[in-house]
């Protein structure tokens, strides 16, 4: 009896040796005093147990109770064995859930690259240790309009695609970043220029290469900027604005990188306080509409007037529209001016037409028109029941924009159909508008004859001719804008281009003075016809 007993106790002592070890791991991953107790306790039971057996072996017989208590100190120990083992399985898979909520939460689902919340920290801990480091915010070049035409299963496999081979192009100590949409920022170890440049150069070169996705051949650039910590004082946010401000100019410039400067920090400033006075002068309905005639020099009449916005400024001067409009659509204020003009116009075509029935007005559409069907809600508003408004109106949409902007011709077939007529600006800038013209989309030519100046006098009149005939030959009216001089009126007139607009001819004017202007024209128009 006596060697079963101390035969127990050892086999319940090496049991509670062997949990020392889980017990461990547990004070590791937890840092919870109880498991430190515990810790404690099991290595007090181990010392106990080994005098009880010495106990055991020094007695000369022993009853059944000093059996019993071997028995409770063996089960006791394999509950402890149970207790440990089980809490150490549970605290490993609360450590794992932990982590994998960690990795959800600093990873970016699609392309497996760390996330905006991630990258954050990283630059945090940078500026916490005054760590030199370069930031590069990357932007995609026309992502949208891959995603809007073939889907977005073809514009998430892109992505995926760009983050390996972009990854695979890492510099050493280089970390990309997927920060949302169509952007990645790019930590870099190094914020000189040489390894900026290099890195962005590594990048520009992997995506020489197009991509085939589900049998498209997608070729992708971006334009990046980017922001460089030196050690100063500074927060994420200041390094990102500033990584966003290099970024847009590089967009604009079409350059693939720019890093930020302190002259670029100040243009921008001054196009935020521009927009803000911009949105100010909406607000206060302080924006102005001139119109500027469209003459006739076969009819001898005024046949439209073009509607052009104006921006008053303190000095009484008056900002064109070309000067502010590119500002405007960086910023989507664009948005709200062309339903201002629209409504504007509405206004003042009662007047227009109480001395010419029969003008039409001229307005012009913005690329983010294009791209919106918010116009086409916009001028169904001021669609009147017999169709006044649109008898009046023409829209006009640049050549270029034309091209860029694919699904316009599906935009102008639903203007036609709601009577509006639509014209192509700057004809001769691009091929999008011939290609409408051809489909029977569009009623209207004009064209600044500026655009041929480079050209010699002969391949100058030839382009010219050429533009006349295809007018002719697929019976569209032809304007031509911008006419500063005299010689120009008569060249024009010698091709067979009769309709005419421009400076030398009227510049744009208020509502009071263009109808003043249009009352005096009728009253020549008038006596001329009655004197024939």
Not at 144 to 163: F, M, P, Q, R, T
Not at 257 to 273: C, N, P, R, T
Not at 284 to 311: C, M, N, T
Request: hydrophobic share 45%.
């Amino acid at each position: 009896m006596t060697v079963i007993a101390v035969l127990i106790v050892i086999a319940g002592l090496f049991i509670l040796l062997s949990t020392l070890k889980a017990a461990h791991k547990i004070c590791f991953l937890s840092r919870e005093l109880g498991w430190k107790v515990l810790y404690a306790l099991i290595i007090g039971f181990s010392v106990s147990y080994s005098v009880f057996v010495a106990y055991l072996i020094s007695s000369l017989t022993i009853d059944w109770v000093d059996l019993g208590v071997s028995g409770i100190l063996f089960f006791g120990s394999v509950f402890v064995l149970l207790v440990i083992q089980l809490s150490l399985r549970s605290l490993k898979r609360e450590k794992e859930r932990t982590e994998y909520e960690k990795k959800l939460a600093e990873q970016d689902s699609l392309t497996g690259l760390p996330n905006r919340a991630s990258c954050l920290c990283q630059i945090s801990e940078w500026l916490d240790k005054h760590t030199p480091f370069a930031l590069l915010l990357i932007d995609l070049n026309n992502f949208k309009e891959i995603n809007d035409a073939l889907g977005h299963s073809v514009g998430d496999k892109l992505l995926k695609e760009l983050a390996i081979r972009l990854s695979q192009a890492l510099l050493p100590n280089n970390v990309l970043y997927r920060i949302g949409g169509d952007e990645f920022v790019l930590l870099c170890s190094a914020h000189d220029a040489t390894t900026i440049y290099s890195q962005n150069n590594t990048f520009v070169s992997t995506l020489h290469h197009p991509f085939h996705i589900e049998g498209y051949e997608l070729n992708v650039n971006y334009s990046a900027g980017a922001s460089q910590y030196n050690g100063a004082k500074s927060s994420s946010m200041d390094l990102l604005k500033e990584a966003d401000i290099a970024m847009y100019h590089a967009k604009h410039t079409r350059q693939s990188l720019v890093i930020f400067s302190e002259e670029l920090g100040g243009e921008a400033k001054k196009e935020l306080m521009t927009l803000q006075m911009l949105q100010h002068a909406l607000a206060k309905d302080e924006l102005l509409i001139h119109y500027q005639p469209v003459y006739d020099f076969v009819s001898g009449d005024i046949v439209a007037v073009e509607a052009l916005l104006r921006w008053p400024q303190k000095d009484g001067t008056l900002l064109a529209a070309e000067q502010f409009i590119k500002m405007a659509l960086r910023a989507g204020i664009l948005r709200q001016i062309t339903p201002w003009v629209l409504n504007r116009v509405h206004l003042d075509l009662p007047a227009l037409l109480g001395v010419k029935p029969n003008i039409k007005v001229h307005i012009n559409l913005s690329a983010f028109d294009l791209q919106s069907n918010k116009i086409v809600h916009h001028l169904a508003e001021h669609q009147s029941a017999e169709g006044t408004f649109s008898r009046h109106i023409v829209l006009e949409i640049a050549d270029s924009l034309l091209i860029l902007h694919p699904e316009s011709e599906e935009l102008v077939r639903t203007l036609n159909e709601l009577g509006y007529e639509v014209n192509i600006d700057d004809f001769a800038t691009g091929n999008g508008g011939l290609r409408h013209l051809i489909s029977k989309g569009l009623s209207g030519i004009k064209m600044d004859p500026v655009v041929f100046s480079h050209l010699s006098d002969d391949d100058k009149n030839t382009l010219l001719e050429l533009c006349a005939s295809i007018a002719k030959r697929l019976d569209v009216k032809l304007v031509a804008k911008g006419i500063e001089r005299e010689e120009q009126i008569e060249k024009l007139k010698k091709i067979g281009i009769s309709q005419m607009q421009g400076f030398h001819i009227c510049e744009p004017m208020s509502l009071n003075n263009c109808v003043t202007w249009l009352s005096s024209q009728s009253v020549v128009s008038q006596l001329l016809r009655t004197t024939k």
